[in-house]
């Protein structure tokens, strides 16, 4: 393991001013030492399609690369119809895929989400976890985050404004980063 530990970071919204990309840029500041968290944006992924799966697209295999130079993962999805997204569903099968070369096989994954309501991304975040489950990637089951988001709380660019609320995600990000610690100890990444 090294001393700089890299999580990728994946929010599961399209939208500019999504609740969700403002979380994941707030964490990005509130990591703790030693930690670097970089994004991926799934803008333009191509659907995914089996048949593509021998030559698959520039923007599927640059997923896949930045999966494997990452130590972890970090999901922020947002709920839309008491699940994930279809397009971080969609990123996620582009990634996992084809058979025998799945990018989240024993990769620590935690999972977070935003909403105007307390615990609007619930549900979401249970679909996405059953689909990790089959994934194969390494959870944190525990604590849970679902974010209250609101502009009194956070700022266009990510900035939390709200100090419970940065202690909270600070806590959280401390958090994932022990359990990835973890994970690597007894699965090594160059091991895999």
């Given at each position: 393991?090294?001393?700089?530990?890299?999580?990728?970071?994946?929010?599961?919204?399209?939208?500019?001013?999504?609740?969700?990309?403002?979380?994941?840029?707030?964490?990005?500041?509130?990591?703790?030492?030693?930690?670097?968290?970089?994004?991926?944006?799934?803008?333009?992924?191509?659907?995914?399609?089996?048949?593509?799966?021998?030559?698959?697209?520039?923007?599927?295999?640059?997923?896949?690369?930045?999966?494997?130079?990452?130590?972890?993962?970090?999901?922020?999805?947002?709920?839309?119809?008491?699940?994930v997204?279809?397009?971080?569903?969609?990123?996620i099968?582009?990634?996992?895929?084809?058979?025998?070369?799945?990018?989240?096989?024993?990769?620590?994954?935690?999972?977070?989400?935003?909403?105007i309501?307390?615990?609007?991304?619930?549900?979401a975040?249970?679909?996405?976890?059953?689909?990790?489950?089959?994934?194969?990637?390494?959870?944190?089951?525990?604590?849970?985050?679902y974010?209250?988001?609101?502009?009194?709380?956070?700022?266009?660019?990510?900035?939390?404004?709200?100090?419970?609320?940065?202690?909270?995600?600070?806590?959280?990000?401390?958090?994932?980063?022990?359990?990835?610690?973890?994970?690597l100890?007894?699965?090594?990444?160059?091991?895999?």
């Open positions: 393991m090294s001393d700089q530990l890299v999580i990728l970071g994946i929010a599961g919204s399209l939208r500019e001013g999504s609740f969700n990309r403002a979380v994941l840029r707030a964490a990005q500041t509130l990591v703790p030492e030693g930690v670097t968290l970089e994004t991926f944006d799934i803008k333009g992924l191509p659907g995914f399609s089996q048949d593509d799966e021998a030559n698959p697209p520039a923007q599927v295999v640059e997923l896949k690369q930045r999966i494997r130079a990452a130590d972890a993962i970090l999901f922020v999805t947002p709920e839309y119809n008491y699940s997204p279809g397009v971080l569903k969609n990123a099968d582009c990634a996992s895929r084809p058979w025998g070369r799945n990018s989240f096989h024993h990769v620590p994954a935690a999972v977070i989400g935003a909403s309501g307390q615990i609007g991304t619930a549900v975040q249970q679909s996405l976890r059953g689909v990790l489950s089959f994934c194969n990637a390494r959870q944190m089951t525990a604590p849970e985050a974010i209250q988001y609101s502009p009194e709380k956070f700022t266009p660019d990510g900035e939390v404004t709200d100090e419970a609320t940065a202690g909270f995600l600070r806590d959280f990000m401390a958090e994932f980063r022990e359990h990835l610690a973890r994970v100890t007894v699965i090594p990444r160059e091991n895999l």
